[in-house]
Each structure stands twice: as C-alpha cells, then as structure tokens.
C-alpha cells in the first residue's frame, strides 16, 4: 500500500532563517506531488506541484520554492523565513493524475517567531 | 476567480443526528469532486468522492449529492458521532489544468 511521510512534524524557526520541509512516497512511482499552506481556520492554498523529476510548478509568487530530486521525494524551501510562512505544510500526492483521488500526508506545523 | 467555497463555516449537531454540509463551486466544467475529513493536527483524509456525470454516491454513513445545475454539492452523515467532528473541504478537480481546488472547510461539532 501508499504511504506518505513528512518531516519534521513540527518545527519553530526565527524570521530569517532557512527552512527544509521533506515529503516522501512509498509504495507508487511518478506520482504527481504537490505542497499546499493551510493558515489556520483556513483553507489549503496549492504552492507547488510535480508531475516528475526536477519539473515544478508554482501557483504563488512568494519566498518559498520547492525542488524534486527523486521520483518519491518533494521538498519544501525556503532561504530567509518571514512571520507570513508560519502555518501548516501538507504534501500530498496523487497516482495517476486525471482519474485518481489526492492522498495527504500527517503535516508540518511550522511557527516562524 | 473561479472558486469552491461553503455556506456554512462552523455546523453543531446533536450526536445521532443527520448532518448536511453544503458546498458551491462555480466551474460547471469540473469533473470530479471529492470530501475531505481533516481532524486537528492532522492531514485532510478522503472520504467520499463523485465524478460529474453522476448526481449521488453513498458510501457507509455518508452521501455525496451532486447539483450541477446550481453547481452544489452537499455531504450528508447520518447518525453522526463525536468521532465526526472535524473540518470538512469538499474539492474541486479539473483535470485539464491538473489541479485540486480545496473550499475553506466547514467545521462540525458534534455534541453528545
């Protein structure tokens, strides 16, 4: 069966600092991935998605990019952190992408202090 | 902008009570839709989904109805749970643009 794994689960980072968020596939290939932002009371916001290896697209211009050095795995960056990034950070994933539904993994809380 | 959203931001029921959550999207050529069950902390699960040539899906406890003539969906519990209280987000999917467009979620509260 698929499973999907973040890290870190939570993370606490000061304005200005770096960020790597990491998002992982099991048990599937060439999936299509994809991060979303989910401020909270909110709803998710789509802030990159990957149909393959290093192919990335954005939906919002912003501080964050994201990079897919493995067919399995996504990740999340960012070079100077703003108060704005806090929120919570899903990967999600889908399997074969015009028929199939989008499977979410646990989430990164991430508070930018 | 095009966009799905819900009538209702928070819904309290009375457990075993029937619960109907309610969600407009505004792209009549959207193919498929699905409901989303997110409790807090964690990541949004799958719970129900329906294709837009149909206009009714059960699955166990929960109906998906589809009204693509005003361009609505509701998802119906019957004898909700405290386990169901949870936010919901029904999603929008156009496959020509490959992507998923989530509603702002609806909260339940289920009370004993």
């Known amino acids: 069966s698929q499973t999907i794994h973040q890290w870190p689960a939570t993370l606490v980072q000061p304005v200005g600092s770096p960020l790597s968020l990491e998002c992982t596939v099991e048990?599937?290939?060439?999936?299509?991935l994809y991060w979303y932002r989910q401020a909270a009371g909110r709803g998710l916001q789509l802030l990159f998605y990957?149909?393959?290896?290093?192919?990335i697209s954005s939906e919002v211009p912003q501080n964050l990019s994201a990079s897919r050095p493995q067919d399995r795995q996504f990740i999340l960056s960012s070079k100077k952190l703003l108060l704005s990034d806090s929120g919570f950070y899903l990967c999600?994933?889908?399997?074969?992408?015009?028929?199939?539904?989008?499977?979410f993994g646990p989430g990164t809380r991430l508070t930018v202090l | 902008g095009e966009s799905v959203g819900l009538h209702l931001p928070t819904l309290s029921v009375q457990e075993g009570d029937n619960s109907i959550i309610n969600c407009a999207y505004s792209?009549?050529?959207?193919?498929?839709f699905i409901w989303y069950k997110q409790e807090s902390g964690k990541g949004p699960q799958f719970i129900i989904d329906?294709?837009?040539?149909?206009d009714k899906r059960q699955g166990q406890r929960v109906t998906v109805l589809l009204n693509k003539t005003v361009k609505h969906l509701s998802l119906q519990i019957a004898a909700t749970q405290p386990g169901d209280s949870a936010v919901y987000f029904c999603?929008?999917?156009?496959?020509?643009?490959?992507?998923?467009?989530f509603g702002s979620g609806t909260k339940l509260n289920v009370k004993p």
């Open positions: 999600a994933w889908t399997d074969r992408p015009h028929t199939d539904t989008q499977y």
């Open positions: 792209n009549s050529a959207s193919d498929y």
């Open positions: 999603a929008e999917i156009r496959y020509n643009f490959n992507k998923f467009y």
């Open positions: 048990g599937t290939s060439n999936p299509n």
């Open positions: 990957s149909v393959g290896i290093g192919q």
């Open positions: 329906i294709r837009s040539n149909m």
